[in-house]
Nanobody
Framework: QLQFVESGGGLVQPGGSLRLSCAAS????????IGWFRQAPGKEPEGVAC????????YYTDSVKGRFTISRDNAKNTVYLQMNSLKPEDTGVYFC??????????????????????WGQGTQVTVSS
């Protein structure tokens, strides 16, 4: 089955940290831009961070700049999201997806409503005291 498997979510206090992992299953992610997205209850999905396939180009939405870091290890077929200084507004389901076709760019992939090649099921992140 071709999909991503996310892990690493959980309950954390404000100011805490989590590291999310996104492992590709059934395909290699070498050629894809990979993005992390989140959806809070009652809200539309938003692109949080995206990373290019080979040149290290990254995009972050403004609200996470300086706090989140996206990285990838193609040898492990995995993309990571290090989240520091977490805030209650970071709460949501986090999932990863791959860019597709002509939209396989950092900017296009991070637009949540653009088509994606593969999706994961998501991992819950809850920031609360």
């Amino acid at each position: 089955q071709l999909q991503f498997v996310e892990s690493g979510g959980g309950l954390v206090q404000p100011g805490g940290s989590l590291r999310l992992s996104c492992a590709a299953s059934g395909f290699t992610l070498d050629y894809y831009v990979i993005g992390w997205f989140r959806q809070a209850p009652g809200k539309e999905p938003e692109g949080v961070a995206c990373i290019s396939s080979n040149d290290g180009n990254r995009y972050y939405t403004d609200s996470v700049k300086g706090r989140f870091t996206i990285s990838r290890d193609n040898a492990k077929n995995t993309v990571y999201l290090q989240m520091n200084s977490l805030k209650p507004e970071d709460t949501g389901v986090y999932f990863c997806a791959a860019g597709t076709g002509r939209l396989n760019t950092v900017q296009a992939t991070c637009v949540a409503n653009n088509p994606k090649r593969y999706w994961g099921q998501g991992t819950q992140v809850t920031v609360s005291s």
